[in-house]
């Protein structure tokens, strides 16, 4: 009568059949469980943008002009904000500009190097403060422009401007009177500036 060996190794158990769906269908589970994520993030949104946190630094407004333009650097250290309008008592309106993109073209400068442009300042009713950076109002780009200037303006003169925010609010800020040259120099990086004497 035969017998088993000892050395004979036990027959191989099969697997429940459980285990074998769950591997089968394991990419599924994955990918649905993402698309929640997704939608939680999206739709519900359990995650509150944090607040702006607004610096106005090295406030500038040009003279012997009007209009004439007031430049600054918005510094944010929250979130995204808007900057909806502004105002002075040293000029009876300040109206909001941007530059509006427009077909690049070719011109020649005075010093015969040639440049583009690339856009050209348009009142806009806002102007977008990102989070956790810059807006940056300087000569060329977007700025404010103070209309009907109740005195004329003279260097050295500080004038406040209130600047008001969708969400921050209204903040002030005391703006120095300065040449064009001047504000090129302070708020303008060093490839945007012309040689000195053009």
Same mark, same amino acid.
């Given at each position: 009568?035969?017998?088993? @060996?000892?050395?004979a190794a036990?027959?191989p158990?099969?697997?429940?059949?459980?285990?074998?769906?769950i591997? =089968?269908f394991? *990419?599924?589970?994955v990918? #649905? &469980?993402?698309?929640g994520?997704?939608v939680?993030?999206?739709?519900v949104?359990?995650f509150?943008?944090?607040a702006? @946190?607004?610096?106005l630094?090295t #406030?500038l407004?040009g003279a012997?002009?009007d *209009?004439?333009?007031a430049?600054m650097?918005?510094? !944010? #250290?929250?979130?995204?904000d808007?900057l909806?309008?502004? @105002?002075t008592? #040293?000029?009876? @309106?300040?109206?909001?500009?941007?530059i509006?993109?427009? +077909?690049? %073209? %070719?011109? $020649?400068?005075? !010093?015969?190097?040639?440049?583009? $442009?690339?856009?050209m300042?348009?009142?806009?009713?806002?102007l977008d403060v *990102?989070?956790?950076?810059?807006l =940056?109002?300087?000569p060329?780009?977007d700025?404010?422009?103070?209309?009907?200037?109740?005195?004329?303006?003279?260097?050295?003169?500080?004038?406040?401007? %209130?600047? !008001? &925010?969708e969400?921050a609010?209204a903040?002030?800020? +005391?703006?120095t009177?300065?040449?064009?040259d +001047?504000?090129?120099?302070?708020?303008?990086?060093p490839?945007l500036?012309? *040689?000195?004497?053009?």
């Amino acid at each position: 009568m035969p017998t088993d @060996s000892p050395d004979a190794a036990p027959a191989p158990q099969k697997k429940p059949d459980i285990y074998s769906r769950i591997m =089968r269908f394991a *990419p599924l589970y994955v990918v #649905a &469980f993402c698309i929640g994520i997704v939608v939680i993030v999206g739709i519900v949104r359990p995650f509150d943008s944090p607040a702006p @946190s607004l610096t106005l630094r090295t #406030a500038l407004v040009g003279a012997d002009f009007d *209009p004439t333009g007031a430049y600054m650097i918005i510094h !944010n #250290a929250g979130g995204a904000d808007t900057l909806l309008s502004a @105002s002075t008592p #040293a000029a009876a @309106s300040v109206q909001l500009q941007g530059i509006a993109p427009v +077909e690049t %073209t %070719t011109s $020649v400068v005075a !010093n015969g190097v040639i440049g583009t $442009v690339g856009g050209m300042l348009t009142d806009v009713d806002h102007l977008d403060v *990102p989070g956790f950076g810059d807006l =940056r109002l300087q000569p060329g780009s977007d700025q404010l422009l103070l209309k009907g200037l109740t005195t004329p303006l003279v260097v050295g003169q500080m004038i406040p401007i %209130t600047l !008001n &925010f969708e969400k921050a609010g209204a903040i002030t800020v +005391e703006a120095t009177v300065a040449t064009y040259d +001047e504000i090129a120099d302070r708020l303008l990086p060093p490839r945007l500036k012309l *040689p000195a004497g053009q």
